[in-house]
């Protein structure tokens, strides 16, 4: 990161001699300790600030096209660059992105076509970036690489491994496992671990487990399959990835916005009438502006011809509409077999058991 700012930080090189000093010869993952001095504290801290201050650019050129640099891991997302109600470009390194707004509609489900809309509000112009260029937002979402979490006591947990019948089991067992001990400070305690991975992974005894997991998952609460590959780099246990599976299950945060499954109604089966004026749709319209008395408006739509009609009526009530079918419609086009309408308060009342009762007064 400090190397993507070298050309805004005077001085970078002098600033930072003392730190490449450190690393000077030395091989990639070598496990050599470095001699921390205070002067090595002071240029780190030197460093930060300078980069602080290289990240604060200039206010930008506005004849220029800005960038959004975005990356996610995890447990973060990053991005780097301001945009103030601007046209910009969005670099990620998540190619399948880059095509989320050339494809169909099809293919993606509502909730992600309603984030897309939401970022279509800001640009549409997703580029591929890969991560290794992709420097300083790759460098903000790994932040949690950095620390672990601080709510598990692990002098606690060596305690607790003490009478943990599965770590037995699982050393006894030849799998591909490698044990070691570690004593933890200040005081000593042993704590097994598994370092067949090159990283240290306590052996996690039944107490502890749903606090980890609760620690790791909280962080972005990811999906099962993601929680227990971010609980499996730092911990083992047997039933890791049940647990872990049961736990997103019951998650209440997941529950409450997740959707794990989406329901599709089949297409509605609709059978087209085969006559004319055999099937028609009634709905009222108003209150509206009165004009000579009248306030409301009966439509009137034949479903085999799509001819509609417009009866202005005074009232909504049931017989005023029964009326002004009856004198509008009927007597013009004859009695239709099914009417349908939208069940207001009108056609439910007494006299909308309709055609029936009405029609047999005329
Ligand atoms: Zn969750």
Redesign the pocket.
Known sequence: MLNFYRRFIPNAAEIQRILYDLVKGKKERDKTTIEWSEAAVQAFQTCKNSIAQAALLAPPNSETKLSLVVDASNTDIAGTHFLDGRDFIIYTDHKPLTFAFKQTGEKTSPRQQRHLEFISQFSTDIRYISGIQNTVADAFSRIDEIGIPSEIDYEEMARAQTDDEELLTLQAANSYLVFKTISLEPHGIPLHCDVSTGIVRPCVPKAFRTTIINVI??LS?SGAKATANAVNQRFIWTSLKKDCTEF?KW?I??QKSKVSRHVKSPKGDFSLPSAIFSHIHLDVVGPLPPSKGYRYCLKAVDRFTRRPEVFPVIDEKAKTIADTFYSGWISRFGVPEVITTDQGRNFESDLFPFPCQIFSHY
């Open positions: 998952h909280s609460h997103c998650c945060p997941c």
